[in-house]
């Protein structure tokens, strides 16, 4: 429902507009143009997160230069690791001995280059070990249902086994075979990136595309290897980049306690702990091998970190603290325009509640506008209909309303005037005000207005209580109330359930229960029955026009079912790229549609038609709605109008349409009407429907 | 296997000739145990069958087992009894190697055009799987993609393109390229339209409806909007809680439903006239159903009889069988 803010790269051919829906996949956010292949755009989308942050370039530089500088060490280090200079033993960085020497003399700079090259490739072991093992086992559990029981039980084992104990049998066993044990090392932590793993795999394992690809006979193999290690990949990169800097931290504990590599041999965790004998009479020793370990730890990190940040981690629904100090800053400095608007009668009791919006623009910070000059309004005990399209700006003008638009995204311009108070204006402490006591949200998804984690009772009791400050047993007797009043029998009992105990039905009742508790004087509905089953969507009807018709209360409500417009709106506003394009009562712009937009949408309803008289085909509408920077500076339907002429391309005006107080935006509305025209049903361009209208049968009839 | 000789109980959608699909007395249970068994089953004993270019519609509530069943038939979902049989021979419990010969005849589009796409495969790749599987060239399987979607309406170089740079309508346009590259006979649409805005789902049930025409397939298209199921299906398939309530020719079942549960489902779908839309709600309020969030019925019963306006003690101790009510079948002891 809400546009993308930050456009989604579009391919350049005109069919493959990509969608509004925000939630663009991770291979287009972040690569912009179609790899090769789709290991090469999750290689792209890597590489691009890799490199956006500072510290893992410094990572990635370091590591490089680790591993360059340790393997070509025999050529370049002034000393063998085992030459003695028995005339600088502990000594500083000199000239002769840049980092200084240990104990025995030993050059310090070409003893911890020399031991990197060990200390990272058998790292590098227990990732692959670690994470292979890991990951494989979670791909069979998540492919199998009677292969997850089992390897389960033996991964919990295996996390419940002392590591470290197990690590020094091993030694034991098989004496400082450093590549054996950071192997074994790598099994024990592959328990757990098995349960990491495994999570991702069974949620993949259940999209459609696998099921899908089931249907097709893809075997079990070709679904793991195809269809869910791709998605995998993140995690593994993220994974291995952490359990590297985990697997050098153990080995140079190892080697510090004295299971290290051979004794003349280099290790890092060797050369710590000949440091710490020394700690008091020669403290330099220590730092040289312990920055370089550090370091290098804090590479893998700072790698790890940038490649597991998500892309869309920062999205939010609500405005973000600078967004609401410059909203606050600029209505400052602004006087009000309210005081000026003619509404603001301040006489007008508290209860009233009238809602006019007056040519409200909505749009990205800066950038795109996503509404433009949208005006209605809404009469106390009424119910306002904004109806069309996804992507035609109907829940951000709701939003706004409440401003609880997304961050990036703010009112430009207009009114909202609400009892008179302009809230495009507003600061947010006002409107937090208005909010949930004058003017309260129902959304789509009514889990999404209840914490999983609290009951139904507790969260409705809070509201009550931080809305009309209640006492804890007047607040419980008063979300007893409402949760009757929204038609629930057993109020009781209810209230001692958590919202996933509920069913959807249910749970948009208590949603609208919670939304009632601050007794708003307007509704705002953003599809609040899309959700739901038809018989659960008329109750859910029936209790929003008992409710208006109790409270007085007024709703705005958004929705894309014209049936659902038919039950229970008074007024209807049809919205279409980010403008209004016809508003009225409902029965005249539902019997008597002028604008194209409003014609074609009711001619590809299914339920326009009853079973006798449904057409062949059904109408459409050629194309799709344009995305806000590709918005005509005419008429914006203009590109799938059936109509359209020359007149279309200039900016068309919202004019009265002859019924009531009826608008349309519409240069032909006046002629449509007289003719007659019907929208009809065929997707050939609309230069050839005379022809068609001659030669084709299934043309639509044209309705009463 | 007995199971086609079996007697039909709704003996009156015999056809003189064999049907495509042909599902009898299916039970799909949820879970194992003594605990799953004690539980209703998501699908209870539900019989139908598909004729060849037939296009059957399921509808129900969300949890009324209509996707179950479509995915029971599809083998993503075990069979805990009763049969299916596709052309005659029984596909029940039909192997992965068995499945996957049949994986070119018996296909599917998915509700969600969002995550019925690898995000990570092109397209091409997404669409030439199910060929390459059977062993078609790699060249080949690339231009039958470009011709496939050249039929859906998609230009042929969106080949190299990836699911998240089209919409929701082209992306369901192309898993219906996806289910009909191998010239299926049989498609299960599960709820294939009901995500999409109202023109893009315009236009692809008319697609559908044209590829049906133009190649003879028989759908079973499954979905909760019984007016969206009427303009693609000549029957319709009415359930609830896992149990047929009433199932008969698409036109009749709409207008003169004979099932309470049917007459509810029917009523509450709004229309987009008011005048009309508020006689219907009068004639919905009048009906008496009772609350969708009334308690499940005892087991044993009719399922309805929690909510039905009619209900009896018969209706709440014995199931009803389906019997021929007029042109459909009605399973209600007062229909």
């Known amino acids: 429902m809400i546009p993308s803010i930050a ?124 994470v292979g093992l890991g990951t494989v086992l979670a791909m069979v559990a998540a492919a199998g249902k009677r292969t997850e029981g089992p390897i389960s039980r033996v991964t919990e084992v295996m996390m419940s086994l002392p590591g470290t104990v197990i690590i020094l049998a091993v030694i034991g066993a098989v004496g400082t075979n450093i590549p054996v044990v950071m192997a074994i090392l790598g099994v024990l932590i592959s328990a757990g990136i098995y349960r990491v793993m495994l999570g991702q795999a069974t949620a993949l394992q259940s999209q459609l595309y696998v099921d899908a690809a089931k249907v097709d006979g893809v075997s079990t193999l070709g679904i793991s290897l195809r269809h869910v290690l791709p998605g995998l990949n993140n995690t593994i990169v993220v994974q291995s980049a952490l359990i590297f800097a985990v697997g050098m931290l153990i080995q140079a504990g190892l080697a510090f306690i004295g299971f290290g590599p051979p004794i003349p041999q280099p ?62 800053a600029a209505s400052a400095a602004a006087p009000s325009t309210a005081a000026a608007a003619p509404s603001a009668a301040p006489d007008e009791p508290a209860t009233a509640g009238r809602l006019s919006v007056r040519g409200l623009s909505v749009g990205v910070d800066g950038g795109t506008p996503l509404v433009t000059e ?163 969507q008329a109750e859910i009807l029936s209790l929003l026009r008992a409710l208006v018709k109790d409270t007085g209360m007024s709703v705005v409500m958004v929705t894309h079912d014209l049936g659902v417009v038919a039950d229970i709106c008074d007024t209807v506003a049809v919205m279409y790229a980010g403008q209004v394009v016809e508003s009225g009562r409902t029965a005249n712009i539902l019997d008597n549609p002028r604008h194209p937009y409003t014609l074609a949408l009711l001619a590809a309803d299914p339920h326009a038609n009853t079973a006798e008289d449904m057409p062949e085909r059904l109408a459409t509408i050629n194309g799709q709605v344009p995305q806000p920077k590709d918005w005509p500076g005419g008429c914006r339907f203009v590109a799938r109008c059936q109509f359209a002429g020359s007149a279309c391309a200039a900016p068309v005006p919202l004019v009265p349409s002859g019924s009531d107080d009826g608008l349309v935006r519409c240069v032909k509305a006046d002629e449509l009407a007289v003719e007659g025209l019907a929208w009809v049903a065929t997707e050939v361009p609309a230069h050839r429907v005379p022809d068609i209208l001659e030669m084709d049968s299934t043309v639509e009839k044209d309705r009463p | 296997m007995s199971i086609e000789t079996a007697v039909r109980q709704d003996g009156t959608a015999q056809a003189p000739e064999q049907p495509l699909l042909d599902v009898v007395d299916l039970v799909v249970r949820y879970g194992r145990g003594r605990k799953a068994a004690a539980m209703p089953a998501a699908v209870d004993g539900v019989s139908f069958s598909i004729r060849p270019g037939e296009t059957v519609g399921l509808v129900g509530e969300s949890g009324s087992g209509k996707s179950t069943i479509g995915k029971a038939i599809l083998g993503l979902e075990k069979c805990s009894g009763g049969s299916v049989s596709y052309n005659g021979t029984d596909i029940t419990h039909a192997s992965p190697a068995r499945r996957r010969e049949l994986g070119g005849e018996l296909r599917a589009v998915f509700q969600d055009p969002n995550s019925s796409l690898n995000p990570r495969q092109s397209i091409g790749a997404s669409l030439a799987e199910p060929l390459r599987i059977r062993g078609v060239a790699a060249r080949e399987a690339r231009q039958r993609a470009e011709d496939m979607l050249a039929r859906v309406g998609l230009p042929g170089e969106a080949v190299d393109r990836f699911p998240g740079q089209f919409s929701g309508g082209q992306r369901q346009r192309i898993a219906v390229a996806r289910a009909l590259i191998c010239e299926p006979k049989l498609v299960v649409c599960d709820e294939a339209v009901s995500a999409l805005d109202l023109s893009t789902q315009a236009q692809v049930l008319n697609l559908l409806a044209d590829l049906r025409d133009e190649r003879g397939l028989s759908y079973l298209f499954i979905a909760h909007d019984i007016s969206v199921v009427q303009f693609l299906a000549q029957r319709v ?53 009772r609350t969708a969030a009334a308690a499940a019925a005892a087991p044993g019963g009719c399922p309805f009889s929690q909510r039905c306006p009619l209900a009896t003690d018969l209706c709440r101790t014995e199931r009803p069988a389906l019997r021929s009510v007029g042109a459909s079948d009605v399973a209600c002891h007062y229909a």
């Not at chain 1, 060797?270 to 590479?299: C, E, K």
């Not at chain 1, 509920?502 to 953003?526: E, F, K, T």
Request: aromatic share 4%.
């Open chain 1, 374 to 536: 949208v005006s209605f309004d809404v009469e106390q005990g009424t119910v306002l209909g904004l109806v069309g399209e996804s992507g035609c700006g109907k829940t951000m003008t709701a939003l706004s309303l409440l401003g609880l638009l997304p961050s990036g995204v703010s009112a430009s311009g207009g009114q909202i005037l609400w009892n008179g108070r302009n809230l495009a204006a507003a600061a947010e402490n006002e409107l937090a005000g208005v909010r949930g006591r004058e003017i309260a949200l129902i959304s789509q998804e009514p889990m999404r207005a209840l914490d999983p984690m609290f009951t139904v009772g507790y969260q409705l009791v809070s509201a009550i209580r931080r809305l009309r400050s209640m006492g804890k047993a007047e607040a419980r007797t008063e979300a007893l109330g409402l949760l009757e009043k929204v038609g629930i029998v057993d109020a009781a009992r209810i209230l001692t359930t958590y919202p996933h105990q509920i069913s959807g039905g249910m749970a948009q009742r208590v949603a609208i229960a919670l939304a009632l508790a601050g007794r708003p004087r307007l509704l705002v509905a953003d599809e609040p029955t899309t959700a739901l089953d038809v018989t659960v």
């Open chain 1, 7 to 130: 456009p989604a790269p579009v391919p350049a051919t005109a069919n493959a507009e990509d969608t509004g829906t925000g939630e663009a996949t991770p291979a287009s956010t972040a690569t912009g143009r179609p790899g090769p292949g789709p290991k090469a755009a999750v290689g792209r989308i890597q590489a691009h997160r890799l490199f956006a942050a500072p510290g893992a370039v410094a990572g990635v530089l370091w590591l490089a230069a680790l591993v360059l500088a340790s393997l070509t060490a025999p050529w370049w280090l002034p000393y063998k690791t085992e030459d003695q200079d028995f005339a600088a033993i502990l000594s500083g960085p000199t000239a002769a001995h840049w980092l200084g020497t240990d104990e025995l003399g030993r050059d310090l700079l070409s003893r911890i280059f020399a031991a990197a090259a060990g200390t990272l490739g058998t790292s590098l072991i227990t990732v692959i070990v670690g």
């Open chain 1, 267 to 328: 290790s890092w965790g060797g050369m710590i702990q000949g440091a710490s004998q020394h700690v008091y009479d020669a403290p330099w020793l220590m730092v040289p091998t312990g920055v370089v370990l550090a370091l290098t730890v804090l590479a893998a990190n700072a790698i790890g970190n940038a490649l597991g940040k998500a892309p869309n981690a920062a999205a939010s629904h609500l405005p973000s603290a600078a967004d609401r100090r410059r909203r606050a």
């Open chain 2, 237 to 289: 398939v009415v359930l609830y809680r896992g149990q047929v309530m009433e199932s008969g020719p698409a036109a009749h079942v709409t207008e003169s439903p004979q099932h309470p549960f049917t007459q509810a489902l029917v009523a509450a779908s709004p229309v987009p006239r008011p005048a009309e839309q508020a006689e219907r709600r009068q004639k919905r309020e009048a009906l008496g159903v």
